[in-house]
C-alpha cells in the first residue's frame, strides 16, 4: 500500500481527530463510490463483491448510464455498467450515487458489514476508483455559506487550490426575494479534488417538498483517479471516514478574519475566521453515520404529503356527502408507469428476504409511514 502523500494529508490533524459517536449536529458519510472491477462478470460483482442477492438485481434494465457506459444491472441507484464505444475495456463499472450510497447501506446492514468490510474485499480484485466523495452534514450549522461566500470574495481565504465559484439561488415572489440556497465550490470542476459548501436543506425542500430545514448544511469533498485511489487507501488504513475528511479539509482550506493590525498583509498571519475555528476545534465530535433508506419512495412518500394529500383530503371529504368512495376509484383505476411499476417490483422482490433483513431494508419506508 502507498505511503501517506503528506502535501495531501495534513499529518497533525490526521493523527489528532478522535471521533465520539454521541453527536448528530456533524455527521461522515460516503456519498459517492465509483469502481471499475476488470476480469469479473457482472454475476460476480453482483453476488460477491457487492453481496446482493441476484433475484433483487433488474438485469438489462432500461435507464441512463454514463458517458461511453450502458447500464446492464440496477437496484434503484446502485448501478453496474459496462463500457461502450471507444471507452471499451475488459471489465465493468459500479456505480453508487449519493442516494445508491444510503441504499447500499441496507445491505450492509444486512449482511453485519460496514463500509471498510467492503473497501477491503473491493481492493482484492482488480480494481480502480474514478471517484469517491466524502461528505460532512453539519445539522449545528457551525458555518454559514453566505458568509464564507463573503470572506470568499475579499480574498479572505487561504487555499492551496485557486479556482473558486459562487451559486446562488433566489425565487422573486410578490413581497420578496426568496433565498433558495447558495453553494461556495473551490476547485475546478475538471480536476481531481474539489470541495463544495452548500445549503442541503434548501435543496432537500427543493427536490422533495419537504419542510425547510435551514440548519443543514453540507461539505463535500471530491476525489478523482489517483486521489480517489489514495483516500481508499487512507481510508482502509484508519477506518475512519470523519478523520479523513475533515484532516483533508482542515489542510486544504481556511478562512480569515482581517487582522486588527493593519500593516498585516501576509495572509499566513491573519487570524482565523471564528466560526471557522470552531468548526474544527470540534472536528473530533464528527461520527459516521449509517442511514439506510429507500430513497426512491421517501422522495414519492414526501411528495404524496405535501404537495398531494389535501387535494386527497378534500375528495374524501366531498366522497362523504355524495356517499362515493373517490379516493378508493383514484386507486382502482389508476395505472402504474414503467418507472412505477420497477419501485413496486424492487419492493416486492425484498420481502424473499428473512424476516430481520426486511425490518433493516424497510427501517426509513416504515419511519415515514408510521410518523
Known amino acids: ?11 497533525p490533524s490526521y493523527t489528532n481527530r478522535r471521533v465520539t459517536r454521541q453527536n448528530e449536529e456533524l455527521t461522515a458519510l460516503i456519498d459517492w463510490c465509483q469502481i471499475t472491477v476488470k476480469e469479473v462478470d457482472a454475476f460476480t460483482i453482483i453476488e460477491d463483491i457487492l453481496r446482493i442477492p441476484l433475484n433483487l438485481m433488474e438485469l438489462h434494465c432500461s435507464g441512463k448510464g454514463i458517458a461511453g ?29 449519493g442516494s445508491g450510497c444510503r ?6 446492514a444486512m449482511n453485519q458489514e460496514t463500509w471498510f468490510d467492503f473497501l477491503e474485499r473491493v481492493c482484492t480484485y482488480n480494481v480502480n476508483f474514478p471517484r469517491i466523495d466524502l461528505a460532512i452534514d453539519d445539522r449545528k450549522t457551525y458555518l454559514k455559506i453566505p458568509e464564507l461566500i463573503r470572506l470568499k470574495n475579499e480574498g479572505l481565504i487561504s487555499s492551496q487550490l485557486r479556482e473558486m465559484s459562487e451559486n446562488s439561488s433566489d425565487e422573486l415572489t410578490e413581497d420578496e426575494v426568496k433565498p433558495k440556497g447558495k453553494s461556495l465550490y473551490i476547485g475546478s470542476k475538471n480536476s481531481d479534488f474539489r470541495i463544495i459548501f452548500y445549503e442541503k436543506g434548501y435543496e432537500q425542500s427543493e427536490k422533495f417538498g419537504k419542510e425547510l430545514d435551514t440548519d443543514w448544511n453540507r461539505y ?13 487507501q487512507e481510508l482502509l488504513k484508519d477506518r475512519d471516514v470523519a478523520r479523513i475528511a475533515l484532516s483533508v479539509l482542515n489542510e486544504k482550506i481556511r478562512f480569515l478574519q482581517k487582522p486588527e493590525n493593519s500593516k498585516t498583509t501576509r495572509k499566513r498571519l491573519y487570524p482565523t475566521y471564528p466560526p471557522w475555528e470552531e468548526f474544527m476545534k470540534d472536528v473530533g465530535k464528527v461520527r459516521l453515520t449509517m442511514n439506510p433508506q429507500k430513497k426512491t419512495l421517501d422522495k414519492i412518500w414526501n411528495w404524496l404529503t405535501v404537495s398531494v394529500s389535501p387535494s386527497l383530503k378534500l375528495m374524501s371529504e366531498i366522497g362523504k356527502l355524495d356517499k362515493q368512495d373517490y379516493i378508493g376509484l383514484l386507486v382502482k383505476n389508476g395505472r402504474m408507469n414503467t418507472t412505477q411499476q420497477r419501485i413496486y417490483d424492487d419492493y416486492k422482490k425484498s420481502f424473499r428476504l428473512g424476516k ?10 416504515t419511519k415515514y409511514l408510521t410518523e
Open 1 to 11: 500500500m502507498v505511503e501517506k502523500d503528506e502535501r495531501f494529508f495534513s499529518e
Open 69 to 97: 457506459h450502458e447500464l446492464i444491472a440496477g437496484f434503484d441507484n446502485i448501478r453496474i455498467l459496462k463500457p461502450t464505444g471507444n471507452a471499451q475495456y475488459e471489465g465493468f463499472q459500479i456505480l453508487m450515487s
Open 103 to 108: 441504499n447500499y447501506e441496507n445491505f450492509l
Open 220 to 232: 463535500e469533498l471530491r476525489f478523482r483517479q489517483e486521489k480517489a485511489v489514495r483516500v481508499v
Open 356 to 365: 430481520e433483513e426486511r425490518r433493516l431494508f424497510d427501517s426509513e419506508c
